[in-house]
C-alpha cells in the first residue's frame, strides 16, 4: 500500500476515534476508508471493526470521573449482554457470502444513519410508552450487541437511545457507560474475527493506533465541542455515503 492511503487509513481512524468518544458514527469514516484502499468488503469490515473498538477503552479511561455513582443502569448483566450478542453478530458475519453482503452494504448504511440522525427523538417516544426493567435491558443489548458484531455502525447512538429508556440523563455519564458498552460488544467481535477470518494487518495496526489517540482526545475535549456539529457531520457522511453505496455497488 502507499504512503498515500496509509494517511488515509490513519486520518480515518484518528478521526473516528474521536467521534465514536463524542457521538458515535466513527465507523462511516473506517469502512469506506478501507474499502478506497481496495480490501474486500467482509476483510474491510473486519478490519474497521478491530481497529475501531480499543478507541472506546481510551475514551473510557478520558471519561473516567464519571463512571461514580452509575446506579441508573444494571452495567454488569449489560456489559454480559453485549459479549454475548457482540460474538453471534460477528459469527453471522463470518458465515455471510460476499456477494450477499456488498449488497447489504447500502442498507445497512441507510439504517445506521437513520438510527443516528433519529435515534435520540426514537429514545424519548419509547421512553414514554415503555419502561424498561432489568430483563428488558439485558435483551436490548443483546441484539445492539449483535448488531455491532454484524457491522457496528450506529451502535453508539443504539446505546445512548436505550440508556434514556432506562432513565439516564447526564450526557457525560452515558457518553462514559457507551465507551465500555460498545467496547465490550467490539471485543466480543474482535476475538471471533481473529479467530475465524482474514484480516488486513497492515491496516489495522496503524488504524488501531490512531484510534486509541483519537479516541482519547476526542473524550478529552468532549465537553467543549458542539456536539449538534458533531452529529451533523456524522449525518451528512452517512447520507453521502448511502447515495453513493446505491448508485456504485462495491
Known amino acids: 500500500m502507499s504512503i498515500t492511503v496509509d494517511f488515509l487509513l490513519v486520518g480515518s481512524a484518528f478521526l473516528a476515534g474521536a467521534i465514536?468518544?463524542?457521538a458515535g458514527g466513527g465507523t462511516f469514516l473506517t469502512f469506506p476508508a478501507l474499502l478506497a484502499a481496495g480490501i474486500s468488503p467482509i476483510t474491510a469490515n473486519v478490519t474497521s471493526s478491530i481497529a475501531v473498538f480499543p478507541g472506546n477503552f481510551a475514551a473510557a479511561i478520558a471519561?473516567?470521573?464519571d463512571f461514580k455513582?452509575?446506579?441508573e443502569i444494571?452495567?454488569?448483566p449489560a456489559i454480559i449482554a453485549s459479549l454475548v450478542g457482540g460474538w453471534f453478530g460477528a459469527t453471522v458475519l463470518m458465515n455471510t457470502p460476499q456477494k450477499t453482503f456488498v449488497g447489504l452494504i447500502p442498507w445497512l448504511i441507510l439504517s445506521s444513519t437513520l438510527l443516528f440522525a433519529f435515534g435520540k427523538q426514537g429514545g424519548e417516544?419509547?421512553?414514554n410508552h415503555i419502561k424498561v426493567n432489568a430483563l428488558g435491558t439485558v435483551v436490548l443489548f443483546l441484539l445492539i450487541g449483535f448488531y455491532g458484531g454484524y457491522f457496528?455502525?450506529?451502535?453508539g447512538i443504539l446505546t445512548l437511545a436505550v440508556m434514556g429508556l432506562l432513565g439516564m440523563t447526564d450526557i457525560n455519564k452515558m457518553n462514559a457507560v457507551k465507551t465500555i458498552l460498545t467496547g465490550f460488544m467490539n471485543l466480543a467481535a474482535v476475538i471471533n474475527f481473529l479467530c475465524n477470518t482474514t484480516v488486513y494487518w497492515h491496516g489495522m495496526m496503524i488504524m488501531t493506533i490512531s484510534c486509541i489517540v483519537g479516541g482519547y482526545a476526542g473524550a478529552a475535549v468532549a465537553r467543549q465541542v458542539p456536539q449538534k456539529v458533531v452529529k451533523m457531520t456524522v449525518i451528512?457522511?452517512?447520507v453521502t455515503l448511502t447515495i453513493?453505496?446505491?448508485a456504485f455497488r462495491v
Open 236 to 238: 451528512l457522511i452517512g
Open 20 to 22: 465514536n468518544s463524542v
Open 125 to 127: 417516544l419509547l421512553r
Open 74 to 76: 444494571v452495567v454488569v
Open 69 to 71: 455513582n452509575l446506579s
Open 63 to 65: 471519561y473516567r470521573k
Open 244 to 246: 453513493y453505496f446505491f
Open 152 to 155: 457496528g455502525a450506529g451502535i
